[in-house]
């Protein structure tokens, strides 16, 4: 199939990229470049060997997403773009609500003009809201952050679409920590001065930050820190790509599945394990408490093993040798627009199609 990856140029996308890839599948990557980089498309095709587009638009730019549609024979689609939290930084609710849900709308709106009938968007443990039920089940979102609302307002909207339009479906996969990188050490998460966990993690063990903060040592959990539910990015990236064989088994509009290991450990065993990984002592210091911080959050996976065969194949340890691996070799992350392998330099071109806008005729 041809499949449209919204997103597909930052960490998460570009792993689904080349899982996608590498099952036989044609992508285009669509992604405004805010917080993706084209040498993570460039990558991607180097690791599998096939010519992936790249455009460089926003999703919810129906103009140019009408002309990707209009040109690209799009057969399916994955949804990884929108603002998530970012090393511990949230954004306003706003900036939830207006750019996710106004990103899902307008995919939507393509995909039924067009006759696409399949999408899984990535979605997240924050429905769950902040004090879950542990592990969660797919049964139980709560959500109570701007984040977590604006991912249940958008599964919720994916499930009435795909209900009054015959024979499209839709899925969520709710995901949970990502973490890891690619085993080859090519492509991670791109984050040169914050980013997740792992990434602090690594600044610290490159002497890039003198020590992580650890938010809460009063949690009620067994060593104070909070607890999480870490899951290698190639087992979330296999996640899409079993999600999205799923919908062409079924006739459910709307499914909900958690992408996540199951087996939660505490942020100062990550702490041990990621130093046992990089062969140092990673210093850090126990600081307050963010507001809104979750003690416990660990997905119950069972839903995904039944309905999808997915269960994630690799560990913690796991995570942290191929974040390092990553980080190691690419200490500033990506390289800039300019400069680096491949660079971009504006203009149409093979890696890059930047798409004008242009009506097709559907109207508003």
């Known amino acids: 199939m041809r499949i449209l990856v919204t997103g597909g140029a930052g960490y998460l996308g570009s792993h689904v990229t080349v899982a996608l890839t590498e099952r036989g599948h044609d992508v285009v990557v669509v992604d405004d470049l805010s917080a993706g980089n084209p040498a993570a498309v460039?990558?991607?095709e180097a690791l599998t060997g096939a010519r992936i587009p790249l455009h460089a638009v926003d999703v919810a730019d129906i103009d140019a997403l009408e002309r990707i549609f209009d040109t690209e024979r799009v057969e399916a689609v994955v949804h990884l773009a929108g603002r998530r939290p970012s090393g511990g930084r949230a954004h306003g609710p706003l900036d939830y609500y207006e750019t996710n849900l106004g990103a899902t709308f307008t995919l939507l709106r393509c995909m039924v003009w067009y006759g696409v009938d399949r999408l899984v968007a990535a979605s997240t443990g924050a429905v769950y809201g902040s004090d879950p039920v542990?592990?969660?089940?797919?049964?139980?979102?709560?959500?109570?952050?701007?984040?977590?609302?604006?991912?249940?307002?958008?599964?919720?909207?994916?499930?009435?679409?795909?209900?009054?339009?015959?024979?499209?479906?839709?899925?969520?996969?709710?995901?949970?920590?990502?973490?890891?990188?690619?085993p080859s050490g090519t492509i991670g998460e791109h984050a040169p001065r914050g980013g997740g966990l792992f990434s602090m993690l690594g600044q610290v063990a490159l002497g890039q930050r003198d020590e992580l903060d650890v938010h809460g040592g009063d949690h009620p959990t067994p060593d104070g820190t909070p607890v999480r539910d870490v899951v290698h990015v190639d087992d979330v990236a296999g996640a899409f790509v079993a999600a999205l064989d799923a919908l062409g088994r079924t006739d459910r509009p709307f499914s909900a599945w958690n992408a996540g290991s199951g087996?939660?450990?505490?942020?100062?065993?990550?702490?041990?394990?990621?130093?046992?990984?990089?062969?140092?002592?990673?210093?850090?210091?126990?600081?307050?408490?963010?507001?809104?911080?979750?003690?416990?959050?660990?997905?119950?996976?069972?839903?995904?093993?039944?309905?999808?065969?997915?269960?994630?194949?690799?560990?913690?340890?796991?995570?942290?040798?191929?974040?390092?691996?990553?980080?190691?070799r690419n200490p500033a992350g990506y390289p800039g627009l300019i400069g680096g392998e491949r660079p971009w330099r504006g203009g149409v071109g093979h890696r890059l199609r930047v798409v004008p806008p242009l009506r097709v005729g559907h109207g508003a």
Not at 134 to 153: I, K, N, Q, T, Y
Not at 270 to 284: H, S
Not at 303 to 309: D, H, I, M, N, Q
């Open 42 to 44: 460039s990558r991607a």
């Open 263 to 328: 087996r939660p450990a505490s942020v100062l065993e990550l702490v041990r394990t990621f130093a046992e990984a990089v062969g140092q002592r990673i210093p850090y210091r126990v600081v307050d408490r963010r507001p809104g911080d979750v003690a416990v959050s660990c997905a119950d996976p069972t839903l995904a093993a039944e309905e999808l065969g997915w269960r994630p194949r690799r560990t913690l340890e796991d995570a942290c040798v191929d974040h390092w691996r990553w980080q190691s």
């Open 134 to 182: 542990v592990p969660s089940h797919e049964s139980g979102p709560r959500a109570d952050s701007s984040f977590g609302r604006a991912a249940l307002m958008a599964e919720q909207v994916l499930a009435d679409v795909a209900r009054a339009n015959r024979g499209l479906r839709t899925a969520a996969l709710r995901c949970f920590s990502v973490a890891g990188a690619h």
